[in-house]
């Protein structure tokens, strides 16, 4: 589903890409409320019938509580979609998502893109050049330790996408970042697969064009 860009002066417009089988977005900018009331209604239409109906409120409250805090943090790194899993698989919540960012400014002002991306990659460990849909930028890999201040109890694994906005005048950057605490082990094989699955959906980012 297309996203839109602020004060691009020039194409593209927005990007396009396929989230996986089983996952949900909410826009951050504009409708993120209907979103939320859209993937708790769904949520809690699959719970068993025989529930009690004062744990279905409070599955409903809590998942409210997640939602609006993981919007939250997505909007605090000026997110504009959030991606995440709605479905269970093989009966199992995915503590996983990814968010699609907007950087009107790149670091170093006048300096072109590839000599941004050339110190990025000097500057990151676990970074490599990647190209998707024509822009040359940058993939990291990296894991993230426990923050209790924040109410992170375990390490993720995270990969973050930067690239360039092609065309885009002054040096703009969008950056797509995926976060996972996988079974508890950032670096187990479960791991891997999500990181797999979110490199698959990268394969299909496309920019869109007035």
């Known amino acids: ?10 194409p593209p417009v927005g ?5 996986p089988p089983g996952w949900d977005l909410i826009p951050l900018r504009n409708g993120a409320d ?13 719970l068993p019938e ?12 809590e998942l409210i509580k997640q939602l609006g805090k993981a919007v939250k943090q997505a909007r605090k790194a000026d997110g ?9 698989i093989h ?22 893109t590839d000599e941004i991306v050339s110190q990025l990659l000097a500057d990151a460990t676990n970074s490599e050049p990647i190209t998707v849909d024509g822009s040359d930028g940058i993939r990291v890999d990296k894991i993230t330790p426990p ?9 993720s694994r995270r990969i973050e996408y930067v690239l360039p906005v092609p065309r885009s005048g002054a040096p703009q ?12 082990d950032p670096k187990s094989e479960f791991a891997e697969v999500l990181v797999e699955l979110f490199d698959a959906v990268m394969t299909t980012f496309r920019w869109s064009y007035a």
């Open 80 to 88: 504009l979609t959030l991606y995440l899993p709605v479905e269970r």
């Open 173 to 184: 950057w969008v950056t797509v970042c995926f976060s996972t605490i996988a079974d508890g």
């Open 50 to 61: 025989d529930i009690p109906k004062d744990d279905v409120i409070k599955a409903r409250l």
């Open 147 to 155: 923050d209790p201040d924040r109410d992170v109890e375990f390490p």
């Open 91 to 112: 009966g199992t919540h995915i503590a996983a998502s990814f968010v699609v960012s907007e950087v009107l400014s790149g670091p170093g002002g006048s300096v072109g």
């Open 34 to 46: 209907e979103a939320v009331k859209r993937i708790v209604d769904g949520a809690v239409a699959q």
């Open 15 to 19: 990007y396009t890409l396929i989230p």
């Open 1 to 10: 589903m297309p996203d839109v860009f602020e004060d691009v002066r020039s």
